[in-house]
């Protein structure tokens, strides 16, 4: 599984880094938003951190806009991935964008027949928000499971990136239930390192050996 950390803040991104689990980043509008900069500037700057894929979002919602904006991203860095949302527009764009070998992640996807959409179009992610799922009362993980059998069925290759991820659960079950990747904020992945047996455990073998000196 892959591990992609959904951020808009350089500085987290750095911190990441350094543990060498990360194999790319994801964005949206409210996140570079957060950041207080602009969009190009943030991608330009997270591709001298990450060798790996960064998704960046489109704003236009028309067929034209959107190929547009995608071509000015697409010139930023190769690792840029245009994300489009699951709109008629965006599912146009994105067998656009694929037929020409430029890749994409789906975004706002709710439904297995959304991804089913995203993957006959070439898409090289999909996007299931899985937290926003929770939030109404509904199973999120139920989604990406639907999605991974969908896509088995019929050999689709689009990868199934879990988005809108908010703690570790989701992690743990997205991984068990086939997830290629997971987009996970800063926190949720410090808490992935945490278990208060291995600080308990920890604490006692240093404290022993400290009697051995
Ligand atoms: O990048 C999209 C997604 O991860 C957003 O998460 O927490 O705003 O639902 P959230």
Known sequence: MEFFIDTG???????????????????????IAKSGRKQ??????????????????????????MLKEASELAKIHDNVVIKLPLTEAGITVCKMLSDKGIKTNVTLCFSPNQALLAAKNGA?????FIGRIDD???????????????????????????????????VRDAAIVGADVATMPLNVIQKLFKHPLTDIGLETFLKDHQKSL
């Not at 543990?19 to 996140?31: H, R």
């Not at 989604?143 to 050999?155: C, Q, S, V």
């Open 124 to 128: 090289t992610y999909i996007s299931p």
């Open 40 to 65: 190009a500037d943030v991608i330009k700057e997270i591709s001298e951190i990450i060798d790996g894929p960064i998704s960046a979002e489109v704003i236009a919602t028309d067929v034209d806009g």
């Open 136 to 170: 109404i009362g509904h199973d999120g993980m139920a989604l990406i499971e639907e999605i991974r059998t969908i896509y088995d069925n019929y050999g689709f290759q689009t990868q199934i990136l879990a988005a809108s991820v908010r703690h570790s659960t989701h």
């Open 9 to 31: 803040d350089v500085e987290e991104i750095k911190t990441a880094a350094k543990w060498g689990l990360i194999n790319g980043v994801t964005t949206n509008p409210s996140l």
